[in-house]
């Protein structure tokens, strides 16, 4: 099967504005116009072919699998680094399946072997058996050597036929760590012969995670945030859409993620912004921040705007790309705008500033050519760094 290629989707997230190194304001301005009407039509239109493909969707476990696989955008030699799933709900089972495999030392080979071998078999073809403390596996890998492993506690694995488990070598399917070969096959009545030496306790080396579900999900949140925090530990980049991103949710996401770099939030409700300072006092490495579709009550704007715009604050010294959306109906108030200003005239370490919305304050263009105005005042910041882009309307 053919992976797709996340980055080929999604380009509204303005990964095509970061090479424009400010260029022509004029033109910006004019493209900035034209294009917003044309953006906000595509993203309806891809709305509602999601809502078409997706109503009702829970797939089952084996598709999950090659899905999975399909959408991976980069593996390493023994783990996932990056993960795209998109426009599926998911439940308890494909969150478990999930958890299985970016935490398998094969991921790739977990799922191929498992699902090829594995769960084409009927229930006759199968047998599952127990692997008692002490038995010795060894992983097979695609031309690596694999150390070998020493199960530390009871597991289940899978073997091939109903035959006899008495023989010296037999190869099994052991959940998270793929296929092994075992050279003792202990049943729960025999005493093992060797004790416990390591403690197998799979860790994920995900840094890169993108997950988009169906806009009337329900089940996806629950089942996939004891996943988000299973690998927090490794994540850099993290993209999440589903409905009904809560305070809770963030926190605990952020929370278990120490090191996360780049965090892209849609449709998150209200309040967002307090979980995102208490990430900053704990320490968070944060310093591109993009929340899309997210009604934030502008009285919290504009205090995150304000502890923003001083360089002397953690989330001004942080920060250094921030893209806000609002409602495209939404007027914003004369107080937000100063914020913004004062943000682009104090914060020299912001490199980019992205407001969805600006052009829709009830056709008046008078805001946007105050920002243009505004964003002359960082000229002076150009030679000093010259990838600076700033999009101040969408």
Not at 295 to 306: H, K, V
Request: hydrophobic letters at 35%; glycine letters at 6%.
């Amino acid at each position: 099967m053919e992976g797709e290629d996340p980055n080929d989707e999604d380009v509204d997230e303005g990964e095509e504005h970061s090479d424009s190194d400010g260029g022509s304001d004029n033109a910006a301005q004019d493209n900035a116009a034209e294009g917003s009407q044309t953006s906000e039509d595509e993203e309806d239109d891809e709305e509602s072919e999601e809502e078409m493909d997706n109503d009702d969707m829970m797939i089952p476990k084996r598709m999950f699998k090659w899905l999975a696989f399909g959408l991976f955008s980069k593996t390493s030699s023994t783990s996932i680094e990056s993960l795209s799933l998109k426009g599926f709900a998911f439940g308890q089972a494909q969150a478990s399946i999930l958890r299985e495999v970016i935490t398998a030392s094969d991921p790739v080979g977990v799922m191929l072997q498992h699902v090829r071998r594995f769960e084409s078999l009927s229930p006759t073809e199968r047998t599952t058996i127990r692997l008692t403390a002490g038995a010795d596996l060894k992983p097979i890998t695609w031309g690596r050597r694999a150390e070998a492993l020493k199960i530390a506690a009871p597991v289940e694995a899978i073997v091939r036929g109903t035959g006899s488990l008495d023989e010296s070598t037999r190869f099994v399917f052991v959940p998270g760590h793929g296929f092994c070969r075992t050279e003792y096959v202990y049943r729960p009545n025999k005493r093992t012969r060797r004790d416990p030496e390591v403690s197998v306790r799979p860790t994920s080396a995900v840094k890169a995670l993108y997950i988009k579900t169906h806009r009337d999900d329900t089940t996806s949140k629950p089942a996939l945030l004891p996943v988000l925090e299973l690998i927090g530990s490794s994540l850099i980049a993290l993209r999440v859409k589903m409905p009904n991103i809560d305070e809770d949710f963030v926190r605990r996401v952020l929370s278990s993620s120490p090191g996360l770099q780049h965090l892209t939030l849609g449709n998150a409700t209200l309040p967002t912004m307090a979980a995102l300072d208490a990430a900053y006092d704990a320490g968070l490495p944060l310093h591109s921040l993009v929340l899309k579709a997210c009604e934030i009550p502008e009285p919290e704007l504009n205090t995150f705007l304000e502890k923003l715009s001083d360089p002397r604050h953690v989330v001004g010294k942080r920060l250094q790309q921030l893209r806000l959306g609002k409602d495209w109906r939404a007027n914003l108030s004369e107080q937000t705008v100063h914020q913004l200003r004062t943000v682009l005239e104090q914060n020299t370490r912001l490199s980019y500033l992205c407001f969805y919305g600006l052009y829709r304050r009830d056709g008046d263009k008078s805001l946007v050519n105050e920002f243009t105005a505004a964003r002359s005042l960082r000229s002076r910041h150009y030679q000093r760094q010259p990838s600076v882009s700033h999009f101040l309307a969408r």
